[in-house]
């Protein structure tokens, strides 16, 4: 089956910044959007950004001119560079794949990965 993994969360301070890394493996007949959310306790998860087959992508407007989406087809790897941070944008941030594999349409989500923005 297929495997998300995240990487690159951590600890920064307000104005800082941190690229989130999300990788997929296994079989992959092809992908239809990546993207990341995050969550904080007692609350809903949130979409953050998602990029398309066509390379179109949305962001939140909590993040739009801060946080920009990108991907590496050929790796199946999603990122989210993140700049000028804020406390608000603490969470726990999970990647979020929509693809054709072996089991046919099926959404993988990553382990997540803690972000931190404090002084």
């Known amino acids: 089956q297929v495997q998300l993994v995240e990487s690159g969360g951590g600890l920064v301070q307000p104005g800082g910044s941190l690229r989130l890394s999300c990788a997929a493996s296994?079989?992959?007949?092809?992908?239809?959007?990546m993207g990341w959310y995050r969550q904080t306790p007692g609350k809903e998860r949130e979409l953050v950004a998602m990029i398309m087959s066509d390379d179109t992508t949305n962001t939140a407007n909590s993040v739009r001119g801060r946080f920009t989406i990108s991907r590496d087809a050929s790796k199946n790897t999603v990122y989210l560079q993140m700049n000028s941070l804020k406390p608000e944008d603490t969470a726990v941030y999970y990647c979020?794949?929509?693809?054709?594999?072996?089991?046919?349409?099926?959404?993988?989500w990553g382990q997540g990965t803690q972000v931190t923005v404090s002084s």
């Open positions: 296994g079989t992959i007949f092809s992908i239809n959007t």
């Open positions: 979020n794949v929509d693809l054709i594999g072996k089991m046919g349409f099926d959404v993988y």
